[in-house]
């Protein structure tokens, strides 16, 4: 293996500073490692990607404006280092697999899983067969899905993990709400909706409330719109979830779900009442 693959040339992508810093100093204490840049979102991460031509790339997938996946999607294959995506979620395993991510790793990274990932991106960089790439990617997403890599190319040829318009993979059976270090999977079905506060979600399901920091946008994409429909800027509603439908003068309408809760349709949204009738 020539020097310049030796020391591998990395640049790290993530909104928050401090998951930035970190993956920086565990990164620089690997051997054989460079890190040549930080970008802060996905727009700087394609520039610097493009200019710098780094061996890998860490990208967080969870970001304002161009997510991970997106930027990853909006660089020329050609051009496409090794990426291993870096996420407090592991609903897009099978997203990261689309792209042709060599790893993906989750929130806190653990040096041993991050000297893993590293391993995979030397392996994928000395080897130009391809057969061998996807069963490494096979076996990281088997990792997360808990499903064998077997199961998961029988999935594939079948197309049941395919990603795209219409494709109900697209939309993850459970959305992950991290708080205070503890992950609760909470069933997308489960949800009655959704609002606003602040810079949080507050996901209602079951009687339980959980609240979440991701924007609404961000949320929005991981659920399913045939199911989900946003009828206030601050609002998400589970439309099977909805049993009267109230009109007022003023043009808004109230929306009474069946465990009585009454969610105000702004205006701007009222076309929205189609899906419901």
């Known amino acids: 293996m020539s020097d310049a693959v030796e020391k591998l040339k990395t640049i790290v992508v993530d909104d928050e500073p401090l998951a930035r810093r970190g993956l920086r100093l565990r990164l620089e ?3 054989g490692v460079e890190v040549i840049a930080e970008c802060s979102n996905g727009r700087e991460g394609r520039e610097q990607i493009l200019e710098l031509h780094p061996d890998v790339v860490f990208v967080d997938i969870q970001m304002p404006g161009v997510n991970g996946l997106q930027m990853v999607q909006q660089i020329p294959e050609e051009q496409l280092p090794q990426v291993v995506f870096v996420t407090a ?29 590293l ?13 061998t790439q996807r069963e490494q990617l096979l076996e990281a997403v088997a990792d997360l ?10 999935k594939l040829a079948a197309g049941d993990l395919h990603v795209g318009e219409g494709g109900s993979s697209r ?7 991290k708080d205070a270090g503890r992950i609760t999977l909470v069933p997308a079905r489960e949800i009655d909706w959704i609002d606003a506060a602040g810079d949080y979600m507050c996901v209602h399901a079951n009687g339980e409330t959980h609240v979440m920091r991701i924007t609404m946008k961000e949320l929005e994409q991981q ?5 989900f429909q946003r009828i206030h800027r601050s ?10 439908i109230c009109a ?20 701007s949204y009222k076309n929205k009442v189609q899906h419901f009738l």
């Not at 391993?119 to 057969?131: F, G, H, M, N, Q």
């Not at 659920?223 to 199911?227: A, I, K, M, N, S």
């Not at 609002?235 to 009267?244: M, Y």
């Open 171 to 177: 939309y993850p059976e459970k959305i992950a709400i």
């Open 145 to 154: 899905t808990r499903e064998s890599p077997e199961v998961l190319e029988r």
């Open 248 to 267: 007022h003068i003023n043009g808004e309408y109230h929306l009474v779900l069946n465990n009585g809760e009454r969610l105000k349709m702004s205006r």
């Open 235 to 244: 609002t998400i509603v589970n439309l099977g979830r909805v049993r009267e």
């Open 119 to 131: 391993a995979r991106v030397r392996e994928k960089l000395a080897s130009a067969d391809i057969a």
């Open 89 to 117: 979620y592991d609903q897009y395993a099978v997203e990261a697999f689309e792209v042709n991510a060599v790893d993906y790793v989750l929130k806190p990274i653990e040096e041993e899983r991050l000297a893993l990932a």
């Open 223 to 227: 659920l399913d719109p045939r199911v």
């Open 29 to 31: 204490q690997m051997d």
